[in-house]
């Protein structure tokens, strides 16, 4: 795994890292669960929460420490006082782990076009501020870059109104000279829109070939960005 972020919070450890290929495929639907458990314990010495992830908007709290693979069908995962790392898988998707100034609430945001168009992004942000809290990280893991991420004009649009901004805001140019959808550009507007700022951010899944892509290779595979929360010492 890949550490994109360490960091003290309220006296706690705040650790977002990212699987790579090498750490094998982390799809909660694909991978048999037995299969799937035993992996992310080798990789952070706890099982993950995880739901199945379809481009929506809706929100899913997760209270029991009970582990399954798929904790049920959601885009934004919240985990107050967490037990466990919370996870979001991608092959090209914004995959984002925010984390409260307390350090007691993990939310994992699952942030397609689809997504961000509807305003996935608000939703993890309210569902922090709605328990009274504060978000006081949030970082990008590896997503598709406007490199490699062709794009249409009116979906441009779909998207930069879903998160306060104009489609220019939110378009870039490909490798190739085509329009493009910036999806770091679009994650980072749509945080600081709400006076988050974005603190680490994952390389692009298409050049990287650390990552798994669907967009560039139709990869079936997933990574996942996982978060978790050391107790103080």
Known sequence: MLELLRRSVDGREVVVAVTERVDGDVHPIEVPAS?????????????WTMTDQ???VDALTVDDTAWTSVAGTADVI???????????????CAPLALVDTDASMLVGVHAGWRGLAGGVIDVGIDAVESAGG?????????SIHACCYEF???????????????????SGTTASGRLALDVVGAVRIALE???????AIGACTGCDLRWFSH??????????????????R
């Open 35 to 47: 299969e799937l458990r035993a992996r992310q314990v080798s990789l952070t010495g706890a099982p």
């Open 54 to 56: 379809v481009h929506g």
């Open 78 to 92: 919240v985990v107050r006082e967490p037990s466990r790392p919370v996870a979001v898988w991608a092959a090209d």
């Open 134 to 142: 504060t978000v006081a990280i949030a970082v990008l893991g590896p």
């Open 152 to 170: 249409g004009a009116g979906d441009l649009g779909a998207v930069a109104a879903g998160v306060g901004a104009t489609a220019s805001d939110v």
């Open 193 to 199: 829109r709400r006076g988050v700022r974005l603190d």
């Open 215 to 232: 967009r560039r290779r139709a990869e079936a595979e997933r990574h996942a960005v996982v978060a978790r929360i050391e107790p103080a």
